[in-house]
């Protein structure tokens, strides 16, 4: 049975990624991109479905020990377990170095005190645990073949088939290194070269110290921030600088439920507000490197923008269930691809169009094409923004006038204007100035309801939306207006759950809310630290500061977060990591800094 959703650690080499469970447990890796079929499938299904597991000899009715001790070995995304035993102490140590040829997963067993048994258990699974490969030996090398696929195992340690699995039974001894190595190969090419652990291990650590050591953020919160920095790092698919919202797929954000999509695919709006972030701690090339996949995937289409594209800029995202697979905790349906590629959502032009602002603000090189693009957008906008959406959330009922997304638009539009004041592009000046007080005026009066004092989700309605905390952060309106100190403190009392953290809108009391889905969701952690933004921002910097250190703390062992936390179950829920909750929490952090918002 897979673990809790906070139990697993994020390994990968910026092109694909593993997740590790504290007992020593692979049960997710794609190979070889993060949106190709899974090799390792357990964590949305059994063990039937594809793990790899190494630690600690166990009985055949005993649960695998859970690691004693894991952390990341300093600032990288080296994983480091300890586990004690009667018989001593072991350490085993993963990681994926950065590709440099076929994408490996090494795994090296390092002997602490004592003498320990140990078992490496593999079973692999190829088309998300549906194919049972062909596994032979070539050369004394262990290959799992099956269609165009292979993965090559090799180790020093002697393994053994059983029950269409591959074991390998040793013991370690102090000081003692046995290492493993998984690579993936077209099934058509020759062998993947011979695995070096020890020196694929130093170079990754070096990788890693030579990264980080660009974050220009040295403030209070710098343990917090920099491990999201790596995690979004670690997100990025470094071919193209595609950005992920996470690598994986169905996690449920209800447990037992239905809301499970495929988040491994790169949403414009998750990038965007990611590209604000690196480019706010000194991480200029990713930033670059993010603007040309933009420039590259809208290319020629801009006015047909959609909301996500593949992470080299395919637009076909087709979805589809796998029936075959029972869903993490038997959530199902289990999805692959994302239907929502093709959604109306207005609020899209807006991040994007905030995303060039700010490079062009930060001094990133000019390109002259991200100016047309950004006139492009807002020629599209000034005939389609009065339309309904279905909004950031991606509703899957019907559409509607979502405050949010007129807000971005009216934010696409002043961004331009700000572009063309500053002579760097040609455009309608006073025709685009005044749309966007037509859609100030607008918002102002369809979105707000004066009885309340507070904006609301869409015009005529009387449900709150956590994206309606973005106003001031976004320069709407100013962070002291009654508008927006009145709508921080409705979702304050309407949206919030017991412990304080936020909601993104209500789901419950009908069978299908406006999202047009049944059941429950958990509190969406990138509103709660919208939530903390916003109390800084009104000058309620000690609450923000309280709320800010509590979100912290709902962080895994390692410091990674996924989408949303379950205030009933009080455990985290939703595909994981999300970078749509690491970048407000850099965010969040630099604001509170700068605030001077923290204790100590």
Known sequence: MAGRIEDYALIGDMQTAALVCRDGTVDWLCLPRFDSHAVFAGLLGTEEHGFWRLGPAHGADTAPPAADRRRYRGDSLILESEYDTSRGTVRVTDFMPPRDGA????????????????????RMRFSYGR???WVHKVDGRTVAVAGPDSVWLDTEAPTYGRNLTTYADFTVSPGERIAFTISWQPSHREPPALPEPESSLEATAEFWREWVDHCTYHGPYREAVVRSLITLKALTYAPTGGIVAAP?????????????????????????????????????????????????????DPENLQIMYGIAGERELGEAELDWLPGYEGSHPVRVGNGAAHQLQLDVYGEVTEALHLAHMTGLNRNDYASLLQLKLIQYLEKHWDQPDEGIWEVRGPRRHFVHSKVMAWVAVDRTIKLIESGDADGPLERWRELRDDIHRDVCEKGYDRERNTFTQSYGSRELDASLLLIPQMGFLPPDDKRVI?????IQRELSTEDGFILRYPTEGSEEGVDGLPGDEGAFLACS??????????????????LFERLLALRNDLGLLAEEWDP?????????????????????????????????
């Open 486 to 490: 009145g709508t921080i403190e409705a």
């Open 529 to 546: 630290f919208w939530m903390a933004d916003d109390l800084a921002m009104i000058g309620r910097v000690d609450e923000a500061r309280k």
């Open 568 to 600: 009933r179950l009080q455990r985290q829920v939703g595909n994981f990591p999300q970078a749509f909750s690491h970048v407000p929490l850099i965010d969040t952090a630099l604001r509170l800094t700068a605030s001077g918002a923290y204790g100590g």
């Open 103 to 122: 994408p490996q997963l090494i795994r090296i067993v390092e002997g602490v005190s004592g003498r320990v048994p140990m078992r490496s258990e593999l």
């Open 248 to 300: 994986t797929t169905s996690l449920p954000e209800e447990i037992g439920g239905v809301r499970n999509w495929d988040y491994r695919y790169t949403w414009l709006r998750d990038a965007a507000i990611t590209l604000s972030s690196l480019l706010r701690t000194g991480y200029r090339e990713e930033a670059r490197a993010w603007r040309e996949w933009l420039l590259r995937a809208v290319a020629g």
């Open 131 to 133: 194919v049972v490969p």
